[in-house]
């Protein structure tokens, strides 16, 4: 079983836009990270947000974390086509355990 | 150059056959990783190493064998190929456990596409 689930499955927004994703976990963790990848390459990490903390930003990224409701949410401002990619989320201990991701389709 | 490398990009292999996936990292990292990536799935760990000598599975590791004798390599066997183990392969790599609360993120290869007919 997977241990993070994005949802959207898809998103199709225009270029200006803002993005939001959400990422659901089952298990405590103490941490989880957001990954992207591009069209047939692999994953590239964007930001890790650990479990005390509640929002952490990297550019046009925000990353928020409530550990409550085990959910994490991505949040990537004035999107650009370049954005158009598939974002996951990730948790674990020894291994980290992706969940299927969501496409984001950003259009000029 | 540094980096995470896999190789070979593509393979066509039969059905029944053997076939090595490899994965070479240069930074010394402890932990290395070997994921598929099926439409509708995600990513799903095969196989993982926290270091050399130490394998452990993940997820869907049946059908897999992994050794890990130095540090930078951690190559992924299939035994006997099956058309359900046609998938993109990545592997990945991080220097110390990434679930850690300061821990590390992982470094991915751009992956092996596999056919098996």
């Known amino acids: 079983s997977q241990q993070g689930e994005e949802d959207p499955q898809a998103l199709s927004i225009q270029e200006g836009e803002n993005a939001t994703m959400n990422c659901s976990y089952k298990?405590?963790?103490?941490?989880l990270q957001w990954y992207r990848q591009n069209s047939g390459r692999g994953l590239v990490h964007l930001i890790l947000?650990?479990?005390?903390?509640r929002e952490k930003h990297s550019g046009r990224l925000r990353v928020t974390l409530d550990t409550s409701k085990k959910s994490s949410s991505l949040l990537i401002t004035a999107s650009r086509a370049a954005d158009t990619a598939s974002y996951f989320c990730?948790?674990?201990?020894?291994?980290?355990?992706f969940g299927a991701g969501t496409r984001l389709a950003v259009h000029p | 150059d540094a980096g995470i490398t896999q190789s070979p990009r593509y393979k066509i292999t039969e059905t029944g056959r053997q076939v090595t996936l490899m994965c070479h990292q240069t930074?010394?990292?402890?932990?290395m990783f070997w994921y598929r990536q099926d439409l509708g799935h995600g990513l799903r760990l095969i196989y993982y190493?926290?270091?050399?000598?130490?394998?452990d599975k993940g997820e869907v590791p049946d059908g897999y064998v992994v050794s890990r004798s130095k540090t930078e390599n951690f190559p992924l066997t299939l035994e006997s190929a099956t058309r359900s183990q046609t998938s993109v392969y990545f592997c990945?790599?991080?220097?110390?456990?990434?679930?850690?609360?300061?821990?590390?993120?992982?470094?991915f290869g751009n992956g092996t596409r596999l056919t098996v007919t």
């Open positions: 930074w010394s990292h402890s932990y």
């Open positions: 947000i650990r479990s005390n903390e």
């Open positions: 990730s948790s674990g201990y020894n291994k980290l355990i």
């Open positions: 298990t405590s963790i103490n941490n």
């Open positions: 190493s926290a270091a050399a000598d130490i394998t």
């Open positions: 990945a790599s991080s220097p110390q456990a990434p679930g850690l609360i300061n821990g590390s993120p992982l470094h």
